[in-house]
């Protein structure tokens, strides 16, 4: 098997980005960033340093709207170094998700949080209680990711392979499936690469969601043929990882075809296996 660096994508993965994510991107950059900051410049330059200092505030928050852009859309994740052995219960693989990603969500609803603080001392200030209730609603709505995040309710992901099976934590939720009941591994493409475990219909499923507020990724909800229930499956956006989503995908169809190999999945053989992917 290649390196990490030359596997070759699945073929439902081998697009570029497309001119038009690096474009929205960009028009982003434009409305988002310079227009903002060339008004926050002119107000500054007027005098009237109040609009002036909320248009670099808004260009600021707009700077990391456009970095998280780039991050789950055009940012290329070739190294190999975040993927560890997790030492707990009977230990794991873990693969954990994009500390930068998740770092972007509690910089921009933070940031956002300040800014309507702000407009709610100068609306009291400035005698207009009705705009400092709706800037202090708004305030709450968006300084709750941050107060999830402090709480553990939305944290950083990651997916461990364990000898007895497929354990996800994504921001918001967690799911679980033994090996013995997965039935394959997909690549889909849905805005971004997806990989999706499916299960047996009627697998044991563990699944838990933490917070039905800020759901940036949720669990799967594909109804059975029956109608009767969920199919139990797992599916992990590569925009979310640390790493290239192609070197998880084939170590999940690995594993997945050699049970025999999956006791390695709880000690540093499972690491080393991950970063070189020797062929076997």
């Known amino acids: 098997m290649p390196s990490a660096e030359t596997l070759p994508p699945p073929a439902e993965w081998r697009r570029s980005a497309g001119r038009r994510v690096i474009a929205a991107i960009a028009l982003l950059g434009v409305v988002l960033v310079l227009a903002p900051l060339a008004v926050a410049v002119h107000s500054i330059g007027a005098g009237r340093f109040g609009a002036g200092r909320y248009c670099l505030a808004v260009a600021v928050i707009g700077a990391l709207v456009v970095w998280m852009g780039y991050e789950t859309r055009l940012r290329r994740r070739t190294s190999t170094q975040p993927i560890t052995h997790h030492r707990g219960d009977d230990g794991a693989l873990e693969i954990p998700y994009s500390a930068r990603v998740y770092a972007g969500y509690g910089l921009i609803t933070g940031g956002l949080t300040l800014l309507l603080v702000l407009a709610v001392i100068d609306s009291v200030a400035g005698g207009t209680p009705g705009g400092a209730y709706v800037f202090g609603v708004l305030a709450l709505v968006f300084g709750s990711l941050p107060a999830l995040m402090a709480t553990g309710r939305f944290r950083r992901g ?123």
């Open 158 to 280: 990651y997916l461990r392979l364990s000898p007895e099976g497929l354990h996800q934590r994504g921001w918001t939720f967690e799911s679980f499936l033994p090996w013995s009941t997965v039935l394959g591994v997909t690549p889909r493409y849905v805005g971004c690469p997806i990989i999706v475990v499916v299960a047996d219909e009627y697998a044991p499923w563990q699944r838990r969601q933490f917070t039905q507020l800020w759901r940036q990724d949720r669990l799967p909800e594909v109804r059975r043929k029956d109608g009767k229930g969920l199919v139990p499956m797992i599916a992990v956006p590569g925009k979310f990882l640390s790493v290239d989503p192609t070197l998880v995908y084939y170590l999940l169809g690995f594993y997945l075809a050699n049970p025999g190999m999956r006791a390695e999945l709880a000690t540093d053989s499972a690491v080393r296996r991950a970063r070189t992917l020797p062929d076997r």
